[in-house]
């Protein structure tokens, strides 16, 4: 009973995200997505796309856009390292991704990222522009990986 990574299609990750994750549906689209598999079941997935923040857009830069496991033990960490490689193997220079300040970050500590501070987070919701928050209402944690 060994923990692998396996290739899988955006929209079986997607489904995956879909079915698995605690507060975030899955992210409209991907620069790639890899699965981790225990016997031959998908126990888990990491979808990486563009940076969200514009200001991280410098075409070197890539952001985890989500993480779902189904809580099997390591997965977090093996996903989060082999997003890492990939990205590298891709001409990526950088790879970030954020928590909920809630959120521990143990998988991305066990896999040798570097927590950077908090970022946003709160309500988007403004009397000048009504929105409907899709996501819980607390601080982000930004960590990431980079070339040095």
């Avoid at 959120?103 to 000048?128: C, F, H, M, Y």
Wanted: glycine letters at 8%.
């Amino acid at each position: 009973m060994k923990l692998t990574i396996v290739p899988i299609f955006q929209d079986e990750a997607k489904a995956f995200v879909e079915q698995h994750h605690r507060h975030h549906k899955a992210p409209v689209g991907s620069i790639f997505q890899i699965a981790c598999a225990l016997d031959g079941k998908i126990v888990g997935v990491v979808i990486v796309g563009r940076p969200v923040a514009r200001h991280l857009q410098d075409g070197y830069t890539a952001e985890v856009t989500r993480l779902c496991t189904d809580g099997t033990k390591n997965a977090c960490s093996k996903l989060y390292s082999a997003a890492w490689r990939v990205a590298k193997n891709l001409g990526y220079k950088k790879l970030v991704t954020y928590i909920l300040e809630s959120e521990t970050g143990v998988s991305l500590k066990a896999s040798g990222w570097k927590e950077i501070g908090k970022a946003g987070g709160l309500s988007w919701n403004v009397p000048s522009r009504p929105r409907v928050d899709k996501s819980p209402k607390q601080y982000k944690i930004r960590f990431e990986k980079e070339i040095n």
